[in-house]
């Protein structure tokens, strides 16, 4: 009976110990898909900053060369901004009241929303993660409002 007891024990500490490695690899996992995203958008930051001062950098990016240099910056620096946004809402820094209220604000201008209006269907993309699909969904649907109450 004691040698039952002492079997079934060891195998629930077993069970438990397979249970505790397995919540390891899924939160590594997490982690370190947070690392490569965040090394990415430093990475495009890093590219986009001389942009930001010699316009004609621009091009390299998809601007057209006869796109004002005002215009082509204030459209990659708010590109900078939608991507921080997004990746403050996949980490969580911001939550998702925060971000209908921080776009309901940026889709009072017409520059903003211009620039949603021609890079919508790249954030709509089915290939984004679901976090990243949620936060599309929550812009777009503050781009929508902002539309209909003008």
């Known amino acids: 009976m004691i040698e039952r007891i002492a ?10 110990a397979l249970a505790g490695v397995a919540l ?8 370190t898909r947070i690392s490569q995203v965040q090394a ?7 590219l986009v900053k001389p942009a930001l001062d010699d316009p ?3 091009a390299a990016w998809g601007y057209r060369e006869e796109t004002p240099a005002a215009e ?4 990659a620096y708010t590109n900078l901004v ?11 820094t911001i939550t998702e009241p925060e971000l209908r209220s921080e776009m309901k604000r940026k889709f009072e201008s017409g520059k903003i929303r211009d620039f949603w209006k021609n890079s919508r269907q790249a954030y709509l ?4 993660q679901s ?20």
């Open 56 to 58: 004609e950098l621009l």
């Open 131 to 150: 976090r990243e699909r949620l936060f599309a969904r929550i812009v777009d649907d503050a781009y929508r409002a902002a539309l209909r109450n003008r």
């Open 7 to 16: 079997a079934v024990g060891s195998t629930a500490i077993s069970m438990i």
């Open 40 to 46: 990415s958008r430093t990475m495009r930051l890093e």
């Open 82 to 92: 939608f991507a921080y946004l997004l990746t403050a809402f996949d980490l969580g």
């Open 125 to 128: 993309e089915p290939s984004f």
């Open 72 to 75: 082509a910056r204030l459209r």
């Open 24 to 31: 390891s690899l899924l939160m590594q996992r997490k982690q």
